[in-house]
């Protein structure tokens, strides 16, 4: 791929960077939105939840299927595809009537989501020098955490007066966008001519893969179960109005930024490290905020703590990943997304059993805090293997 000026690369990160708000947008303004859409479909709130599942599912198929069968092909016009292919599952979404119809139309809007930001990555570390590359993926990522302080928020407020659907129908008009700015400004790149399906997939056969993706499907699920119920925890548990659902949205994706610029400095510091530091710190913050959310200060205070926490292990475990997975990249990358989007739809799933049990809606971060000690004692073990297997034979002996 030809090197491009500076400000060129700007551009066409920023439009890959656009893709990813679009997904972010998606996946999150569905939890603030919950108790709108429930109403819509006439379904209980824990059922609801079930919608949000559904998207995760879709993201831990589609992720390593279409990065292994699409290594071959264009990457700028898979990226173009793949964002536009998110369209069409929010328009499906927006389209949808009664819970089987949503369901499905959130399982589409899935599939591309993890593909998408593994071949963005690639893209956007080939427009700039190799010292600027780390620097090129986190902007791409930025997008992510941008969509929880602006789009998710404002799709959110967009969606309670206008209706829910037209949350949906916004999300439609940005990946139209997006597709269009990642046409104009990335060069074309093609794709590797040698990648065999069976060839992507041996990552999966490294035990520090296994172990990394492990800790993220279930140590990240603590995040979501608190996430995914936000919207109750303000109204029931706070006694907030529901205008202020998007504030505590807004609180979460401001961490959120915070978070993704945080770990940077914290990969570069250790970044085994910082996931266990991440992890413990994720399940002490969950436990205050069972305790302490019917203050709307300290919730408010806590949500946005776990915004930062939750962008902090997400992208340190994403350079874990990638530096396990060894040449299949795109791969890492995509099974990033599929671990954090097990652990989306784990948290909501405990959630709604902990909810339907009759605990409340503070029982969902109690429970996220056991996933996330799940998560650290996962990664721990991975550490200890690695240790281990590192050690000469005479030292093992």
């Given at each position: 791929m030809r090197r491009i000026r500076a400000s060129h690369a700007g551009l066409a990160i920023l439009a890959l960077a656009l893709g990813g708000f679009a997904i972010g947008t998606t996946e999150f303004v569905t939890m603030g939105l919950l108790q709108d859409i429930s109403e819509g479909i006439d379904e209980s709130i824990p059922r609801t939840g079930h919608i949000i599942t559904a998207y995760a599912f879709g993201v831990v198929v589609g992720a390593p299927v279409?990065?292994?069968?699409?290594?071959?092909?264009?990457?700028?016009?898979?990226?173009?595809?793949?964002?536009l292919a998110l369209g069409v599952g929010n328009a499906l979404t927006a389209l949808a009537h009664g819970y089987w119809q949503v369901m499905g139309a959130r399982f589409i809007a899935g599939l591309p989501h993890g593909a998408y930001f593994g071949v963005a990555s690639l893209l956007a570390a080939s427009l700039v020098t190799p010292e600027r590359r780390g620097r090129a993926v986190s902007r791409v990522m930025l997008g992510l955490s941008v969509a929880t302080v602006v789009g998710v928020p404002a799709s959110t407020w967009l969606g309670q007066n206008l209706g829910w659907r037209s949350a949906y129908w916004l999300v439609l008009g940005i990946t139209v966008v997006a597709g269009a700015l990642v046409?104009?400004?990335?060069?074309?790149?093609?794709?590797?001519?040698?990648?065999?399906?069976?060839?992507?997939?041996?990552?999966?056969?490294?035990?520090?893969?296994?172990?990394?993706?492990?800790?993220?499907?279930?140590?990240?699920?603590?995040?979501?179960?608190?996430?995914?119920?936000?919207?109750?925890?303000?109204?029931?548990?706070?006694?907030?109005?529901?205008s202020a659902i998007p504030w505590f949205l807004f609180f979460f994706g401001v961490g959120s930024v915070l978070g993704s610029w945080l770990a940077g400095v914290l990969a570069d510091w250790d970044v085994e490290r910082s996931v266990l530091a991440g992890f413990v710190a994720l399940a002490a913050t969950l436990v205050v905020l069972s305790m302490t959310a019917g203050t709307p200060a300290s919730a408010a205070a806590l949500v946005f703590v776990i915004g930062v926490l939750g962008s902090v292990l997400a992208i340190t475990l994403q350079m874990r990943l990638m530096h396990a997975a060894g040449d299949a990249q795109m791969l890492g990358a995509a099974l990033n997304h599929s671990a954090l989007n097990v652990a989306n739809g784990l948290g909501a799933w405990v959630g709604a059993v902990v909810i339907d049990a009759g605990w409340g809606y503070r029982a969902p971060s109690v429970v996220g805090a056991g996933l996330a000690v799940l998560g650290l004692l996962i990664f721990a073990a991975g550490l200890r293997t690695q240790a281990v297997t590192s050690r000469p034979a005479t030292a093992r002996s």
């Open positions: 279409i990065v292994s069968l699409a290594a071959r092909l264009p990457r700028r016009e898979l990226a173009v595809g793949l964002v046409l104009a400004f990335v060069p074309h790149a093609p794709g590797n001519p040698g990648a065999s399906v069976r060839g992507e997939l041996q990552a999966l056969k490294c035990s520090q893969v296994l172990f990394a993706v492990s800790a993220g499907m279930i140590g990240f699920g603590g995040v979501f179960a608190m996430y995914s119920y936000v919207g109750p925890i303000v109204t029931d548990v706070t006694e907030l109005s529901r």
